[in-house]
């Protein structure tokens, strides 16, 4: 039976802006949105029901997919992903998580996600790199909210925390570079200039 997955590009965090431009409107050197690059290689992917979790509408609505705000407010990256899999839970049975700062991530890093989730369904995995965990590159089934729920009630605000506690997968990824986050003006002229 073919699994039925989605897509959450989680877009909240506490670093919004890096030079004054907010980070869901960074750019690629050839002026190609971050976002819109994100959405095609989803699309790609072979995902095609996308949204972003964003308290930012405005932003986010000209690339025509929806925008959902987080219903769980200071919970962090758990609280939007909790926003995701409630989203969804009724309409696919996983779903594909990845940050909106990661504009390196490819197709072909979602589809071996998606291969290697595809072996175990009943399971997450997440990315890994050497020994760092990249726990917003994920793909969960959406029947684990509840859990993940129960762990933001008590407190819990680490996703990786969570994702061991629920004995997820840990995919080994060999190229770095996928996974470069901007978080700061340094991460982002560091990628302008690998990116040119």
Same mark, same amino acid.
């Given at each position: 039976? +073919? ?5 959450a590009i989680l877009a909240g965090g506490k670093t919004q802006r890096i030079h ?46 929806e925008v959902i705000p987080d219903q769980r407010k200071q919970a962090g990256p ?17 779903? @594909?998580l990845l940050p909106y700062d990661m504009p390196n991530l490819s197709a072909e890093?979602?589809?071996? @996600?998606?291969?290697?989730? @595809? ?36 407190? +819990? ?32 002229? +560091? ?6």
């Open positions: 039976m +073919e699994v039925k997955i989605s897509a004054g431009i907010h980070k869901g409107e960074l750019k690629l050197p050839n002026g190609e949105p971050v976002i819109r690059k994100l959405i095609h290689a989803i699309r790609q992917a072979d995902i095609h029901d996308i949204i972003v979790v964003s308290d930012f509408d405005e932003i986010y609505r000209k690339y025509h997919i758990l609280g939007s992903i909790e926003t995701a899999l409630s989203h969804f839970q009724q309409k696919t049975e996983a779903t @594909l890093d979602m589809l071996y @996600l998606k291969q290697s989730f @595809l072996k175990d369904p009943s399971s997450l995995v997440y990315a890994q790199v050497d020994e760092t965990q990249h726990p917003l590159f994920a793909l969960v089934p959406n029947n684990i909210l509840s859990k993940m729920s129960g762990f933001i009630e008590k407190g +819990e605000r680490k996703t990786s925390t969570v994702w061991r506690a629920l004995n997820g997968r840990k995919i080994p990824f060999k190229n770095a570079r996928s996974f470069l986050s901007i978080n700061t003006p340094a991460d982002l002229d +560091e990628w302008l200039k690998d990116a040119g």
